[in-house]
């Protein structure tokens, strides 16, 4: 086994108040992050897209094996192709494949299988997870903990573009197969999530729901 090459850690360590400051000023801007459904068409800078996305690729990973890749549709007609595959996918989902209490729970949020934002936004974001890797003379190297290293990843993606100015959506029509056939995506990769990407319609509005309390989602076993 080769040797572990180890560098510094470049950590500064902040005086207690400024690490309080840090992570209540942190929460009070993530929690105005919410769901959007009603996107304008204005284009957003690729440059922002590309930053945001570096600091996804910044996750942590099984073995530093980095197991996803990510696939940024701006084309028109690529966005109206996974639309119209999404859409048949949702259909049979409302329709037949999704139990009752699944429904129920869905009610409350409005949704239903019309996906417009697939096409008005300007940007769709399709995350892929891969199972294995591919050396350049075509060896395969078996990717570990993948659904977790993508999980991750895409929450440091969801939150850096909030933090960035921009609204999402996460999307993920049941199966999504279509996407590899869409975006020509090689067997190894398994879409994770289709991330919808913009800025909010002037008239974009929200469902009224509220989120658990810190006793409901957190236990503090303390001496």
């Known amino acids: 086994m080769t040797p572990a090459v180890l560098r510094p850690l470049n950590f500064r360590r902040r005086a207690a108040a400024e690490i309080r400051e840090r992570a209540a000023a942190f929460r009070q801007d ?9 996107f ?3 284009p957003v800078e690729r440059e922002v897209i590309e930053q945001c996305l ?8 099984g073995a530093n094996l980095q197991p996803w890749h990510f696939v940024v549709v701006s084309d028109p007609r690529l966005k109206q192709a996974i639309r119209e595959a999404a859409e048949r996918e949702e259909r049979e989902f409302y329709s037949s494949r999704a139990p009752q ?3 129920d729970a869905l009610a409350p949020l409005g949704t239903d299988e019309h996906k417009p934002f697939l096409e008005e936004a300007p940007c769709l974001i399709a995350i892929f997870a891969q199972s294995y890797g591919v050396l350049p003379d075509g060896r395969k190297v078996k990717n570990y903990y993948v659904q977790e290293s993508v999980g991750i990843a895409t929450g440091i993606l969801i939150t850096a573009l909030h933090h960035a100015g921009l609204a999402t959506l996460t999307h993920t029509p049941s199966p999504m197969g279509f996407l590899n056939a869409i975006l020509d995506r090689p067997a190894n990769e398994r879409p994770f999530l289709l991330l919808v990407v913009g800025y909010p319609a002037d008239n974009a509005q ?4 509220t989120k658990k309390r ?3 989602i957190a236990t503090f076993l303390e001496p």
């Open 214 to 216: 810190l006793p409901e």
């Open 54 to 61: 570096m600091a996804a690729g910044s996750a942590p990973s």
């Open 101 to 103: 209490e699944w429904l």
């Open 40 to 42: 304008s068409s204005d």
């Open 206 to 209: 929200v469902p009224a729901i």
């Open 30 to 38: 993530i929690e105005r992050r919410r769901t959007v459904r009603q």
